[in-house]
């Protein structure tokens, strides 16, 4: 059974919850991440989301083994939706069940941040002034030098300071 | 909490009693090994410096970045990183040794993305011995009174120095990145194992490659998947190639590489047949 997960479908925390249901456990603790109207003082009016897919559910599933083999929590599911999202929606969910609430909470704070950082999916804001980016990306282009020269000690005072 | 600016400091002062050479030029396909460093940290900090003693101010190879020179004779890396912690007294600092041929730009950005800077350094665990790895750290600007004791009480170990003190500890993404190269042998295996990452300028051996794209690139590249035959022997090849075919305009060093749906590394060799991805900066959550 998968624990990491794709939807291209709205989430249904109360299915997903049933998952984590255990008698041996005390505890349960869930994340959910929502679309919000703003980002980077910017009106967002929807967002897309798209993932490579099966390194994302490899990457995923990996994540929540690490979450239950550091925590020692019983269960841990994550599910994330890809497509287009309106505000309010849910766009990720984290569940995790364990014997007491400590360990419910740290993991699934170690899932939510783990998967933000490592898990290939990818978020396009739409923006109310008609402008759209991908997040995370847009400070990333290079100004186009050759890509085989050799740098040279005035490339790098050139090129040494990145984007914030 | 803001964090302080981040500049980099290669060591090359070592004197490779091992090797009989200076580590800074062993080469890997046609490169340097202190030129290969230079290019991974350079992206990803404010600014770059080599760490040199008194007497390889003259090295042109050295010569060609902005140095700093040791303040203290004799003190291995201990006296690099007490010298640009000197010069730059305000700046974290990412500390690399110039004998890591395998290091690669995910390891430092996964260093900068974890890095703690209310303690004094973040460290990667050491594949073989799990203690910290001082020559692929950040020292931050609380860093230096400690260096400054220590070397006081004559004690130049900087990995016995981040084992007492308290350390944001790492585990490596790639457990390799970090091996280094001090004898001869190991150098010739290293060799082997990163030249085969170069093909022959022409008349080498061309691949079938299949590449999927996502996101950012697949909407600069017009399209979702491509295959092509190509000279291209590593992913860097292939992506600097495909860079200019489509004009995609993200520099390599923020993607990360994935071939047949796992991570790659992008000096490893391709196959014919393989399926290479390039990730750009994610944003899940």
């Not at chain 1, 969910?93 to 014997?99: L, N």
């Not at chain 2, 080469?27 to 404010?46: F, H, N």
């Not at chain 2, 040791?70 to 912690?85: E, F, K, Q, S, T």
């Amino acid at each position: 059974m998968n624990h990491f997960s794709l939807h291209d479908i709205v989430l249904q925390p109360g299915q997903l919850r049933q998952r984590l249901q255990d008698p041996t456990c005390g505890g349960y603790c869930a994340f959910e991440g929502w679309v919000r109207d703003c980002n980077d003082g910017r009106t967002v009016l929807r967002l897309e989301y798209e993932a490579f897919g099966p390194l994302a559910l490899r990457e995923g599933e990996r994540i929540l083994a690490e979450a239950q083999q550091r925590f020692g929590v019983a269960r841990a599911y994550c599910a994330h939706r890809v497509g287009a999202l309106a505000i309010g929606e849910l766009a990720v969910w984290v569940g995790v069940s364990a014997v007491h609430r400590g360990e419910a909470f740290d993991a699934c704070r170690y899932i939510i941040d783990e998967v933000k950082h490592r898990v290939p999916i990818w978020k396009k804001e739409y923006y109310q002034d008609g402008d759209s980016g991908w997040v995370n990306c847009e400070r990333c282009a290079s100004p186009a030098a050759p890509a085989h020269a050799e740098v040279s000690a005035s490339e790098h005072a050139a090129h040494g300071h990145r984007g914030s | 909490m803001s964090t302080t600016e981040l500049y980099g400091l290669v060591l090359t002062g070592g004197r490779s009693r091992r090797m009989q050479r200076d580590k800074a030029n062993l080469t890997y396909a046609g490169k340097s090994q202190l030129a290969r460093v230079m290019e991974l940290i350079t992206p990803l900090v404010a600014r770059c410096f080599v760490s040199v003693r008194p007497d390889q101010l003259e090295d042109p190879r050295r010569a060609a970045y902005d140095t700093i020179v040791d303040v203290l004779a004799n003190l291995g890396p201990m006296g690099g990183i007490h010298a640009a912690l000197h010069a730059y007294p305000d700046r974290g600092w990412l500390v690399l040794a110039c004998d890591l041929p395998f290091l690669d730009s995910a390891t430092l950005q996964h260093l900068i993305t974890h890095r703690n800077s209310t303690r004094v350094a973040t460290a990667y665990r050491s594949s073989f011995d799990g203690q910290p790895e001082p020559l692929c750290a950040i020292f931050e600007p609380s860093s230096r009174a400690l260096i400054d004791q220590s070397l006081a009480q004559s004690q130049q170990c900087p990995r016995a120095l981040l084992a007492r003190s308290d350390v944001e500890l790492l585990d490596l993404p790639n457990p390799r990145a970090l091996d280094n190269v001090n004898t001869g042998e190991e150098y010739a295996a290293a060799q082997a194992a990163l030249g085969a990452a170069t093909p022959p300028a022409d008349g080498g051996t061309r691949r079938r490659l299949k590449v999927r794209y996502f996101a950012v690139l697949r909407e600069q590249a017009g399209r979702s998947t491509e295959e092509l035959e190509t000279h291209a022997g590593t992913p860097r090849q292939l992506y600097d190639e495909l860079r200019h075919l489509r004009g995609l305009t993200l520099a390599p060093e923020f993607l990360r590489v994935a071939v047949n749906d796992e991570f790659g590394d992008w000096r490893s060799p391709l196959s014919d047949g393989d399926t290479v991805v390039f990730l750009p900066p994610v944003a899940g959550g």
